[in-house]
């Protein structure tokens, strides 16, 4: 079978980008083990001045949303993380050579969504423990699962942006 000219190639091994969510799988785990062994619940350690490591629970989702229901949520964000998951893999195994940025920032999403969905399974909750602070103006906990998620949506923003920019020209 030939290509026709201007078809784009598909990538070469698209699923070895899976080795970077099993990266961002093992430190986001590894780090949650350390946190919850080495701090005491709820006890900030300073960092910096603007920086503390706090073990926290979440039950919830990003800041806490839904946390405080009585366990359902648990369900509902496991069932989108795998689907999310799931379809972010599909979509990986689609992407054309040269999609480099774009297969990056879906392996982060996927590390970061199995990672949150670990802890949702095993503990009913998500370990956070990354805090940052202004003053007594505190960000909400986060961990390096919720980290990865972050990074990979950026990445599929300044890939889009980098289309929509091609398209014009």
């Not at 190639?9 to 785990?29: E, F, K, N």
């Not at 919830?60 to 799931?86: E, K």
């Not at 103006?137 to 289309?163: C, K, M, Q, W």
């Amino acid at each position: 079978m030939t290509r026709r000219e201007g078809e784009a190639v598909p990538m070469r091994q698209p699923l070895r980008w899976l080795l970077l969510s099993a990266l961002v799988i093992i430190l986001d785990l590894g780090s949650k083990l350390l946190a919850s062994a080495l701090l005491t619940y709820a006890r900030p350690v300073e960092v910096l001045p603007v920086f503390n490591l706090t073990l926290l629970h979440n039950p919830g989702a990003a800041f806490s949303f839904l946390a405080g229901h009585d366990g359902w949520q648990r369900w509902l964000f496991a069932l989108i993380a795998v689907g999310a998951s799931a379809g972010l893999t599909v979509w990986l195994t689609r992407l054309k050579r040269g999609e480099t940025w774009l297969a990056a920032a879906l392996a982060l999403i996927i590390g970061g969504a199995l990672g949150n969905l670990y802890d949702r399974l095993v503990h009913g909750y998500v370990v956070d423990f990354l805090s940052f602070h202004w003053g007594s103006h505190y960000f909400p906990a986060f961990n390096l699962a919720d980290t990865a998620i972050t990074l990979g949506a950026l990445g599929l923003i300044v890939e889009s942006l980098r289309d929509a920019r091609r398209a014009r020209a």
